[in-house]
């Protein structure tokens, strides 16, 4: 199966944990809002660092996204890996196996983000048992 849509995100910047200081890491709290296929919201938590070169960072973040796929209502959590290489972006965002809740129990698959105009857009392939 195939869900689209677009979502909405708001990043906070949060202080680095007590001890961590010198890692220089960004940290920031995701709140998202799902629409289209996906009518969910989400809560997460993203660590990320930038490289010596412009234009070089990477980034993890574990987020877990609450509502209704095509009209099944459960939970699910996304792991991201995202990579910039002097400019070039590499992202991989896929379901932690066995995190799906009630109707969403089982599910796996990957979820592909794209930007155009500001404006961010999903393509979710996902299997259900």
Known sequence: MQANGSFEVKLVPQAAAPGIEAANLGRQTLDKRFSGDLEATSLGEML????????????????????TLHGKRGSFVLQHSGTMDRGVPSLAISV????GTDELAGITGA????????????SFDYRLP
């Open 48 to 67: 990320s660092a930038m490289g010596q070169v412009q234009g070089s960072a990477g980034y993890v973040a574990i987020e877990r996204i609450t509502g």
């Open 96 to 99: 932690v196996p066995d995190s």
């Open 111 to 122: 979820l592909q983000i794209r930007i155009e105009q500001g404006q961010h857009f999903y």
